[in-house]
């Protein structure tokens, strides 16, 4: 399986903030990485799929990068909704495997 | 917008047999995956499995020996069968439809999901 470790496991941050989350990969996995926000309680949801592609009605103050095994997620200006839980995961092979997650929090 | 509803006991006891279903709504159920993906409480996000609508299934293989899922195009309904379940299977299960996304390569997204229904297994 491929491993996804995403860093750091949490953060506090300020509204206005600009916030990015990493995710690594334990192989190449081109760019077939995805990214979710998950609120307490809630079922997560889709923000960016193939490493950088804003899924549709998803603020553009999110942003993915990256290729290969290094990517990240940013949260240009951070909102009060933008507080979560953020999950990475891979599509380049089954079985599909999740970061640990990453929790944003108010400072 | 197509929508996933997740169905099924709440309690199962130990040994038994975990069994849910995810119902679509809002448009045809053709020609795409719909994944399983639980929760357990207060932890990260584990990848059971998905079924193509023809019925071609691909499992994670930490759960393969216990695992069967299914579809019925009529009902616009998926199913999972989960064997053996002990306490920690406990968890939130979602279904999700998996998506394909044209582009260079054939990327795949679970681009919308289930409330999620909480299973505890316990005796």
């Known amino acids: 399986d491929i491993q996804m470790t995403q860093s750091p496991s949490s953060l506090s941050a300020s509204v206005g903030d600009r916030v990015s989350i990493t995710c690594r990969a334990s192989?190449?996995?081109?760019?077939?990485l995805n990214w979710y926000q998950q609120k307490t309680g809630k079922a997560p949801e889709l923000l960016i799929y193939a490493a950088s592609s804003l899924q549709s009605g998803v603020p553009s103050r999110f942003t993915g990068s990256g290729s290969g095994t290094d990517f990240t997620l940013t949260i240009s200006s951070l909102q009060p909704e933008d507080f979560a839980t953020y999950y990475c995961q891979q599509s380049y092979h089954t079985p599909w495997t999740f970061g640990q997650g990453t929790k944003v929090d108010i400072k | 917008q197509v929508q996933l509803q997740e169905s099924g006991p709440g309690l199962v006891k130990p040994s038994e047999t975990l069994s849910l279903t995810c119902t679509v709504s809002?448009?045809?159920?053709?020609?795409?995956?719909v994944s399983w993906i639980r929760q357990p409480a207060g932890r990260g996000l584990e990848w059971i499995g998905r079924?193509?609508?023809?019925?071609?299934?691909s499992y994670n293989p930490s759960l393969k020996s216990r695992l069967t899922m299914s579809v019925d195009t009529s009902k616009n309904q998926f199913s999972l069968n989960l064997t053996s379940v002990s306490a920690a299977d406990t968890a939130v299960y979602y279904c999700?439809?998996?998506?394909?996304?044209?582009?260079?390569?054939?990327?795949?997204?679970?681009?919308?999901w289930g409330q999620g229904t909480l299973v505890t297994v316990s005796s």
């Open positions: 999700a439809r998996d998506r394909y996304y044209y582009g260079p390569g054939n990327y795949y997204a679970l681009d919308s």
């Open positions: 809002g448009g045809s159920i053709s020609n795409y995956f």
């Open positions: 192989q190449n996995i081109n760019n077939f």
């Open positions: 079924i193509y609508t023809t019925g071609s299934t």
